[in-house]
């Protein structure tokens, strides 16, 4: 069964640092792996999808990416700001399931 | 707009009552899913349903019920038989084969009072 670990469970760093977000999978037989922003008590707002094709995709100041023979994946996050302070969550779906098994998520806070 | 709306965004139950959450999706998406996510916890998957009129239990269905009648809605019954039921509840959809990823809902906080 897939299991999605998320490390490091809290950072905070200050503005304007560059920062990773580390996500481990244990089935590399991934269809895809998706990156989520949570803000306290709201939705999960997606980020980026990376097909299982795909090494990496960009948006704005994000970069995520797949490597599915060590079971990482990365999220960058460049020149940090207060408002990207939330809770990061990354979700696998493997080729053998229907649905994504989500990771308990890196809660950042960016300090001004 | 098309999104996934959720109702209410908070809601009180009694001891011993059902209630019903309400997720409706205007995305033309195939499958649709229910979570729950307690606080430190990852989000768990309590049902999700692939086609109209068809739907399967996820991992923590136990005490809850669902119905899938129209493409565009999915609602949740939380029964007197879900012991703890106080938890954050997140609806979520996808298109055909899920290529294209999760769009989620706003999520409906749940007190047991």
């Known amino acids: 069964k897939q299991e999605v670990t998320q490390i490091p469970a809290a950072l905070s760093v200050p503005e304007g640092e560059n920062l990773v977000l580390n996500c481990s999978f244990t089935d590399s037989a991934i269809y895809n792996l998706q990156w989520f922003r949570q803000d306290p008590g709201k939705g999960l707002t997606s980020l980026l999808l990376i097909q299982s094709s795909q090494r990496e995709q960009t948006s704005g100041r994000l970069n995520a990416s797949l490597d599915k023979s060590s079971g990482r994946s990365t999220l960058y996050i460049a020149a940090s700001q207060p408002g990207d302070s939330a809770t990061y969550l990354c979700a696998a779906l493997d080729n053998y399931g229907q649905n994504f098994v989500f990771g308990p998520g890196t809660r950042l806070s960016v300090l001004p | 707009d098309g999104g996934i709306t959720q109702s209410p965004k908070y809601l009180f139950r009694k001891e011993g009552q059902n209630v019903t959450l309400s997720c409706e999706q205007n995305l033309n998406h195939d499958a649709m899913y229910w979570y729950r996510q307690d606080p430190g916890q990852g989000l768990r998957l309590i049902y999700y349903?692939?086609?109209?009129?068809?739907?399967q239990k996820g991992d923590i269905a136990e005490g809850y019920s669902v119905s899938r009648e129209k493409k565009e809605s999915f609602p949740l019954t939380v029964t007197s038989a879900q012991k703890n039921p106080t938890a954050f509840y997140l609806c979520a959809s996808t298109a055909s084969g899920t290529s294209q990823g999760y769009t989620f809902g706003s999520g409906t906080r749940l007190t047991v009072v």
């Open positions: 349903s692939q086609i109209v009129n068809d739907f």
